[in-house]
């Protein structure tokens, strides 16, 4: 099973950078398709972004599109959101999860404890 660990969160101001990480432990990260997703506060978990095993395909949230990046290294067994022009509306909890597909976007994984991103006006 593979076990998944963000972190990269905090307090950044509107227009401002932050990065991402998502570890996770097993030999077979580099067959499955990860995804970011996050929840604000009173509202639903949504998709963020997805990318496939070999990281050349990548779906992205229309509110996000243009702005974040999702990348891979299957030697880190890492995958990573660079999250550029960052808006108030950004703030949320982050979690990294397995995807059926970047087509589906359907999680299956096990949560974990999310690292927080703050947006401050």
């Known amino acids: 099973q593979v076990q998944l660990v963000e972190s990269g969160g905090g307090l950044v101001r509107v227009g401002g950078s932050l990065r991402l990480s998502c570890a996770a432990s097993?030999?077979?990260?580099?067959?499955?398709?990860l995804g970011w997703f996050r929840q604000a506060p009173g509202k639903e978990r949504e998709f963020v972004a997805g990318i496939n095993w070999s990281g050349d395909s990548s779906y992205y949230a229309d509110s996000v599109k243009g702005r974040f990046t999702i990348s891979r290294d299957n030697a880190k067994n890492t995958v990573y959101l660079q999250m550029n022009s960052l808006k108030p509306e950004d703030t949320a909890v982050y979690f990294c999860?397995?995807?059926?597909?970047?087509?589906?976007?359907?999680?299956?994984?096990?949560w974990g404890q999310g690292t927080q991103v703050t947006v401050s006006s």
């Open positions: 999860n397995l995807i059926t597909s970047i087509q589906s976007r359907i999680p299956y994984g096990s």
């Open positions: 097993g030999r077979t990260f580099s067959v499955y398709a």
